[in-house]
T-cell receptor, first 111, second 115 residues
């Protein structure tokens, strides 16, 4: 089955700096890669996603890149702000279409 | 606006009790999922359902069962609760369009404590 590994587990950045979170997956059939943000005490919410026919996608300060050959994808947050502090999860679909989640990255943005 | 609700935000049960967690969605999504969330382990899939009366095991189904009698409702059952089932339980819903899976939406979660 699909296995998704996510690094780092915690990330501390200064406000205004960039943050990068990396994930690898094992199933070459995976074709959908969402990223979720979970603020303390709240439900996970989708912030950006990418499909396997696209290499990069950007939405304002957030971008995701996908390298299908190497089976890894990354989340990039530029000009970080205190409200970016949260736990971020990457995920990948397996051959059944179910999402397999990474373990999560706790991002702390310090003013 | 997708609405996914769960029957309880917080639940405290005793070892050996039967526990029901219910999830209701109002978006006519065919896919529904139950996850448990534990620190450092992310979201792990317990069971999922692609249609009414259908259920499939996820990665950690032991000690759990599910029921989907209506499209909008997906229940998670702990037949005999144990302390290692203390966790946050999240319900998810999603849809398949044109052969591609789309965003999953989550309920607010149920924090279950088994004493």
């Amino acid at each position: 089955g699909e296995n998704v590994e996510q690094h780092p587990s915690t990330l501390s950045v200064q406000e205004g700096d960039s943050a990068v979170i990396k994930c690898t997956y094992s199933d070459s059939a995976s074709n959908y890669f969402p990223w979720y943000k979970q603020e303390l005490g709240k439900r996970p919410q989708l912030i950006i996603d990418i499909r396997s026919n696209v290499g990069e996608k950007k939405d304002q300060r957030i971008a995701v890149t996908l390298n299908k050959t190497a089976k890894h994808f990354s989340l990039h947050i530029t000009e970080t702000q205190p409200e970016d502090s949260a736990v971020y999860f990457c995920a990948a679909t397996d051959s059944w279409g179910k999402l397999q989640f990474g373990a999560g990255t706790q991002v702390v943005v310090t003013p | 606006d997708v609405k996914v609700t769960q029957s309880s935000r917080y639940l405290v049960k005793r070892t050996g009790e039967k526990v029901f967690l219910e999830c209701v969605q109002d978006m006519d999504h065919e896919n529904m999922f139950w996850y448990r969330q534990d620190p450092g382990l992310g979201l792990r899939l317990i069971y999922f359902s692609y249609d009414v009366k259908m259920k499939e095991k996820g990665d950690i189904p032991e000690g759990y069962s599910v029921s989907r009698e209506k499209k909008e409702r997906f229940s998670l059952i702990l037949e005999s609760a144990s302390t290692n089932q203390t966790s946050m339980y999240l319900c998810g819903t999603g849809t398949l369009q044109g052969g591609a899976y789309n965003e999953q939406f989550f309920g607010p979660g149920t924090r279950l404590t088994v004493l």
